[in-house]
């Protein structure tokens, strides 16, 4: 078993690992020793953190994980509760993402996760790695002398087995919500290479056949040379549902995406596959986990994405730990995936109210709020948040901390649309009100 089965330390023919890609963008991050603040410490935050209700950005579909059974295993029964459960004590994820084997004999090895979370209320979407043997050519590509791509003749077949696939899960107890041209078209080295063409032309004439949503094109690394011909061509654009991308080694200052804000009226644009900051640390290594906290507020607010999906679900790196409890990680994205539920609308607030402070908040479909509030400062923080409509009584909250996951805390009372919290060192905390 591989630390990624898709993610090997040497690329094939001499392409460079994913490790070496990423570390050469700076996405490993330096550990360095920061010398604590004095005993009990609590610094005023620099500004309010004021929400508003009313202004409405995006909505979102929700958070969730991917399973590959054929790669490390199925998750056990109580892993899925766990995973895919929104009480105490669970991760309320509420996206799944399974594979589309390239073999339909083993179509139905991620069939019990994939019902499982269904019933839980999940959304499952699925991604193929390759097509068919029988569809693709192998070809020369740089020093790559096995490089493979779907043949021209076989799109309209293609197309047609990710139908099938679609029909089987539908046939067996899952509709899936949406499923993928091509899981990182652009970093293929061990699957199925596609041009930003050869993905374009699929896209405006084979993939309106497609009976479910369809999702393009998820670059590895939310690289806009896949993405833009798409946005930039209406037949194309007409065929997807949903713009997708990875985030391995992407910089902030590339989140956002204005020609997607530009051309994108009516599709969606999720996240659907990453780990942060990198999987070689133990999810339980902290305060690195609060990397994950920032990523998820980054991925929300700057990008604008209304999914976010993390790569394997239980994974020493992951957010279940190999012997199923939540790792620091995990309560990190519990954060989000337990108390932001598909159908709310992320809202207006103030993003850094002060230093290595980031909020986001998020509104039902009625009118609870819910806040979520990353301090990665080594000091405890006494924070100010002011909603601009609505009159809540008090707040509910949940912390995390390097001695608590996701730990219910007494409720704050909240007066004149405000109230104040302290947001301890190296923290994160969701406010909901009630």
Request: proline fraction near 6%; glycine fraction near 8%; charge should be positive.
């Amino acid at each position: 078993m591989t630390e990624r089965q898709n993610e090997p330390e040497r690329g094939r023919g001499g392409s460079p690992s994913r490790r070496t890609v990423l570390a050469a963008v700076g996405a490993l991050p330096i550990l360095t020793a920061v010398a604590p603040p004095a005993a009990g410490a609590v610094r005023a935050a620099a500004a309010t953190a004021v929400i508003d209700p009313s202004a409405r950005r995006q909505t979102i579909r929700g958070f969730g994980g991917m399973t590959h059974t054929a790669w490390i295993g199925d998750l056990t029964a109580a892993q899925r509760d766990t995973a895919f459960g929104a009480g105490e004590g669970q991760l309320g994820l509420s996206l799944l993402r399974i594979p589309v084997p390239e073999d339909r004999a083993a179509w139905n090895r991620d069939l019990a996760t994939a019902k499982r979370a269904a019933q839980l209320g999940a959304a499952v979407i699925a991604s193929p790695w390759n097509p068919p043997a029988r569809m693709v050519e192998t070809f020369v590509r740089g020093s790559q002398t096995d490089a493979r791509r779907l043949r021209y003749d076989m799109y309209g077949a293609y197309a047609q087995h990710l139908n099938d696939f679609t029909t089987y899960m539908r046939d067996n107890g899952v509709n899936l919500y949406g499923i993928s041209v091509q899981n990182e078209p652009d970093y293929a080295h061990d699957w199925t290479w596609w041009t930003p063409a050869e993905m374009l032309r699929f896209l405006r004439e084979n993939a309106g056949s497609i009976g479910t949503r369809v999702i393009a094109p998820e670059s590895f690394q939310y690289l806009k040379n896949m993405s833009d011909p798409i946005l930039n061509d209406p037949v194309a654009l007409a065929n997807v549902d949903i713009v997708g991308a990875h985030l391995y080694g992407t910089s902030f200052s590339n989140f956002p995406y204005p020609l997607f804000k530009q051309k994108g009226a009516g599709k969606e644009l999720w996240m659907t596959e990453v780990y942060h900051p990198n999987s070689s640390d133990s999810a339980d290594l902290w305060p690195q986990a609060l990397d994950v906290g920032e990523h998820m507020h980054r991925a929300m607010v700057d990008a604008e994405f209304q999914a976010y999906i993390w790569w394997y679900i239980r994974r020493g790196y992951g957010p279940l730990r190999e012997d199923g409890r939540i790792s620091k990680r995990g309560a990190c994205m519990a954060h989000f995936a337990r108390f932001v539920r598909p159908g709310y609308v992320r809202i207006d607030a103030t993003p850094r109210p002060a230093t290595d402070v980031y909020v986001s908040a998020y509104r039902s479909t009625g009118s609870t709020v819910a806040v979520v509030a990353v301090n990665k400062s080594a000091s405890a923080v006494s924070q100010q948040f002011t909603l601009t409509s609505g009159s809540p009584s008090r707040v509910s909250s949940w912390l995390t901390d390097a001695s608590r996951s996701v730990a219910p805390q007494a409720a704050t009372g909240v007066s004149n649309g405000s109230f104040t919290a302290t947001l301890p060192a190296r923290s994160v905390t969701t406010f909901v009100t009630g």
